[in-house]
């Protein structure tokens, strides 16, 4: 078996899930930890001629060997194992501290766990390791082993030390862990969102057709694609401005999203186009009645930059027909619906269909 391999139980691992993969290389290596600690602990206790105590201790090669096969088989339960292997592995350390008699082997080993438990699961479960070992250790040396108070905390310092330096590292990476979350947010914005009008653009315009789509095939629901164009535009912009054009496209979002229901997908795909997605209506008449309130929502003219702007919208309707899941026929088809709006003197709609197409 490769180390590598070994490391991971057997998963693979995205690029992107590196945190997922450091905590089972920790987990593993935790695993091989107590491992060689309870190997220490079984040749202490043979060349103590203590066979029975030896034997009880090949119980945590057990445990060990169990965890790491459960590992293996499923990582439905990994977060509970790593609860689990954090108390098996305080239990071998305090069993560990309790062989030997040596209180900086025993305070080297609560280290590991401490940091281990850092990384595995957070600051909270850390602080409570580091509690729990705290006292441990100043229980074992000064009852079983009779060190004085002064001994400890000497001996503790190193252990101090690396707790303190825990805590800062994670706060610190919490920190950078917040600002790359917030990073990844704007980035995933930034591409599925349009700069001007802040709606979806055309990649997740697509992204939601096909998941509508999808849905729509499992529950029959009913869909139908809008596809808008601002009549004349290029002339608002060759006359006014791209500036004031800007504004107009704002103007019109927010015009004709204030008249659609938090379940429909309003999007600019670009240019002066917009598109809808209407979902789950009952008959035709319903998405018609949502199209007749952007005529009306467009018939007051615009005031911007001291000047009034009339802007009206040619709308291409696709109602989208059973066994038809193909997207690029559904935005063609509501396309050509729009231009013939258009052809038909502009500031109306059209109802296009689909024939024999999928």
């Known amino acids: 078996m490769r180390l590598p391999s070994f490391l991971t ?61 459960l590992a293996r088989r499923s990582q439905k339960y990994f977060e509970k194992l790593i609860i689990f292997v954090i108390l098996y592995s305080y239990l071998v350390t305090t069993a560990s501290l309790l062989t030997i008699k040596n209180p900086f082997v025993g305070i080297a080993w609560f280290i590991v766990l401490l940091i281990i438990s850092f990384f595995l ?11 729990v070992s705290q006292i441990t250790i100043f229980l074992i040396g000064i009852l079983k082993w ?20 825990m805590l800062f590292f994670e706060k610190r990476n919490d920190e950078y862990k917040k600002i790359l979350e917030k990073q990844k947010e704007e980035f995933k914005h930034r591409a599925e969102y349009d700069s001007l009008t802040n709606i979806p653009n055309r990649v997740l315009f697509n992204d939601r057709l096909k998941e509508y789509l999808k849905r729509s095939k499992r529950n029959s629901e009913k869909i139908a694609v809008c596809f808008i164009d601002i009549d004349k535009f290029k002339e608002i912009n060759d006359t006014y401005g791209h500036e004031v054009g800007d504004i107009v496209l704002q103007r019109v979002t927010q015009r004709l999203r204030s008249q ?43 005031s911007i930059k001291e000047q009034t702007i009339c802007v009206t ?10 066994n038809c899941y193909n997207i690029d026929i559904l935005m063609n088809h509501a396309d050509q619906a729009m231009y013939e709006a258009k052809k038909s003197g502009r500031n109306q709609y059209s109802i296009g269909e689909i024939y024999g197409e999928a």
């Open 9 to 69: 139980s057997g998963y693979f691992f995205k690029s992107t899930e590196y945190e997922m993969k450091l905590k089972y290389i920790l987990f593993n290596l935790m695993l091989l930890f107590n491992a060689f600690m309870v190997g220490i602990m079984i040749f202490v206790r043979i060349s103590q001629q203590e066979y029975t105590q030896a034997f009880a201790d090949g119980i945590y090669v057990l445990f060990g060997v169990i965890t790491f096969f």
């Open 121 to 131: 699961k957070g600051t909270k479960t850390g602080m409570i390791v580091f509690v």
């Open 146 to 165: 009779h060190y004085s108070l002064e001994s400890v905390l000497i001996a503790m310092i190193p252990y101090y030390s690396i707790f303190f330096f």
């Open 260 to 302: 659609i229901r938090e379940s429909d997908t309003f999007a600019r795909l670009g240019g002066d186009e917009f598109a809808i997605i209407i979902n789950d209506f009952h008959k035709r008449s319903d998405v018609i009645m949502i199209i007749e309130k952007f005529f009306k929502v467009m018939e007051e003219e615009f």
């Open 313 to 322: 919208l040619s709308i291409g309707i696709i109602f989208v027909p059973e």
